[in-house]
């Protein structure tokens, strides 16, 4: 098993020969806090307050062919998102970012549903923010 990495016990990203749950598309957001001050005559003036929180978004592909328990999965993300519980984000064992992150939003697609309604394939868009 190769894990690729994890967020906090909610989400462990992993490829083997029995089980692939990977994300795709990973962009993290690095800003710093700015005010600006207007002047007769002139430019504003910037000011800079300091570094603004981390944030980044991914998409993660939940395959049940590929070992992974689409809904489970998705119920885990939803009670992390509804509790706000912080976890560190860890890719290729380093963390991302300088703390602890939340998920602030996950967008949920069914791709697949079988007979009965069992899920099968589905993804699923974190933004994760940090957490001071």
Same mark, same amino acid.
């Given at each position: 098993m190769?894990v *690729?990495?994890?967020f906090g016990k909610?989400?462990?990203?992993? +490829?083997?020969?029995?089980?692939?749950?990977? &994300?795709?598309?990973? #962009?993290?957001?690095i800003?710093g806090?700015w !005010?600006?001050?207007e002047?007769?005559?002139?430019?504003?003036?910037?000011?800079?307050? $300091?570094?603004?929180?981390d944030? =980044? +978004? &991914? +998409?993660v592909?939940?395959?049940?062919?590929? $070992? =992974? #328990?689409?809904?489970? /999965?998705l119920?885990?993300i939803?009670q992390s998102?509804?509790?706000? +519980?912080?976890e560190?984000?860890? *890719?290729?064992?380093q963390r =991302?970012g300088?703390?602890?992150?939340?998920i /602030?939003?996950?967008?949920q697609?069914?791709?697949e *549903?079988?007979?009965?309604g @069992?899920?099968?394939r !589905?993804?699923v @868009?974190?933004?994760? @923010?940090?957490?001071?």
């Open positions: 190769a *690729i990495g994890s909610t989400v462990t990203f992993e +490829t083997s020969d029995q089980r692939i749950l990977s &994300f795709k598309g990973f #962009k993290r957001e800003k806090r !005010a600006s001050h002047r007769v005559g002139k430019k504003p003036l910037k000011q800079f307050l $300091g570094p603004d929180a944030s =980044v +978004t &991914f +998409t592909t939940l395959n049940a062919w590929h $070992g =992974v #328990k689409p809904r489970s /999965t119920d885990r939803e998102v509804k509790k706000g +519980t912080p560190y984000l860890v *890719i290729a064992s =991302v300088s703390g602890k992150m939340v /602030t939003s996950a967008s697609t069914w791709d *549903i079988y007979n009965k @069992e899920l099968v !589905a993804s @868009e974190l933004t994760l @923010e940090e957490y001071a």
